[in-house]
């Protein structure tokens, strides 16, 4: 059975700063997304990540995977308060598709 | 714009009224699934429909029932929801299922039902 886990939970940052979410994964798959959640909304594809050694950056959000390690990275440049939001990481199983979500990361940038 | 459009954006329904979720999309793609986020959790995945074909996940409630009656629309029936049913209710959309590019998954706004 494919399990997600993110880490950390739960994220305060100053504005500036840069930080890490991670994301370990338990079996081999080749598909892994992040998605960004606001208050209340829907999910809001940032990443999506099909090979060994994928980066995607997008402004200050850059992702990558390491399938052979099974993690995944989201780091944060420069954090400003508009990043404030719920981020999380799935993957995909191999038949029909279904997304497996980690827990997700709430991040809270402060002034 | 093509889009997932999801109906309505917040439903509230008494305890054990059956109440049905619409989602329709514009993308002509083959693929609707439907998830279920409770409050601070990751979203689960319901069922999905692959063209017509329907697949249940195990653990999915009998009291959760999806009709896809053509390509664009699909429907998520609660038959007698409980108070435990109270949740975001997320549609998406992949292309296909057999190749890599087609795998990607676009979400609708979300319905957010209230069990009073």
């Known amino acids: 059975e494919l399990k997600v886990e993110q880490n950390p939970l739960f994220l305060s940052m100053q504005e500036g700063k840069n930080y890490t979410i991670y994301c370990n994964y338990s079996?081999?798959?080749?598909?892994l997304y992040w998605y960004r959640q606001d208050p209340g909304k829907s999910l809001e594809s940032l990443f999506v990540l099909l090979s060994n050694g994928a980066v995607k950056q997008e402004g200050r959000l850059m992702a990558s995977l390491d399938t052979k390690a099974r993690l995944s990275t989201l780091h944060i440049t420069a954090a400003v308060h508009d990043l404030s939001a719920t981020y999380f990481c799935a993957m995909s199983m191999e038949y029909g598709n279904k997304l497996v979500f980690g827990a997700g990361t709430i991040l809270r940038v402060k002034s | 714009d093509a889009m997932v459009i999801q109906n309505p954006r917040y439903q509230v329904t008494q305890f054990g009224k059956p109440v049905t979720l619409s989602c329709s999309q514009t993308l002509n793609h083959n693929v609707m699934y439907w998830y279920q986020q409770k409050s601070s959790q990751a979203p689960k995945l319901l069922f999905h429909y692959y063209d017509k074909d329907f697949n249940n996940e195990a653990d999915t409630p009998d009291n959760f029932q999806s009709r896809r009656p053509n390509t664009s629309f699909c429907f998520l029936d609660i038959r007698s929801p409980g108070l435990g049913d109270a949740a975001m209710y997320l549609c998406?959309?992949?292309?296909?299922?057999?190749?890599?590019?087609?795998?990607?998954?676009?979400f609708g706004p979300g319905t957010r039902l209230t069990v009073t």
């Open positions: 079996t081999t798959s080749d598909r």
């Open positions: 998406a959309t992949s292309r296909d299922l057999y190749r890599l590019q087609d795998y990607e998954q676009y």
